[in-house]
Nanobody, 123 residues
């Protein structure tokens, strides 16, 4: 069993930076890694970024590549998503996902989900 809890969401202006965190508990290191998805109002949940425990490989959605960085602190069992140059279209609830991936990147999540944290970017 894996429990995921997000934190760090908030309201910012376009161009600002924000970091969201995902604290994992349970047998997280027996899984493939941790990742982030987001869901904007009226839209489907979409993949954002993921980090694999094996080798620390990372994957990003094209829409955030070059602006967002995913990282992990293994000692704290925590993953971070550093978001720079935020745009109004980045406004969404950001969900952490962990577990096992059926593909890379894991387009459907990894099995376990947090409750989400809201990020609002105003123009």
């Amino acid at each position: 069993q894996v429990h995921l809890e997000e934190s760090g969401g908030g309201s910012v202006q376009a161009g600002d930076s924000l970091r969201v965190s995902c604290a994992a508990s349970g047998r997280i290191f027996s899984t493939d890694g941790l990742g982030w998805f987001r869901q904007a109002p009226g839209k489907e949940r979409e993949f954002v970024a993921v980090i694999r425990w094996a080798g620390g490989m990372t994957y990003y959605a094209d829409s955030v590549k070059g602006r967002f960085t995913i990282s992990a602190d293994n000692a704290k069992s925590t993953a971070y998503l550093q978001m720079n140059s935020l745009k109004p279209e980045d406004t969404a609830v950001y969900y952490c996902t962990g577990g096992w991936a059926s593909s890379w990147p894991p387009r459907d999540g990894m099995g376990y989900w947090g409750k989400g944290t809201l990020v609002t970017v105003s123009s």
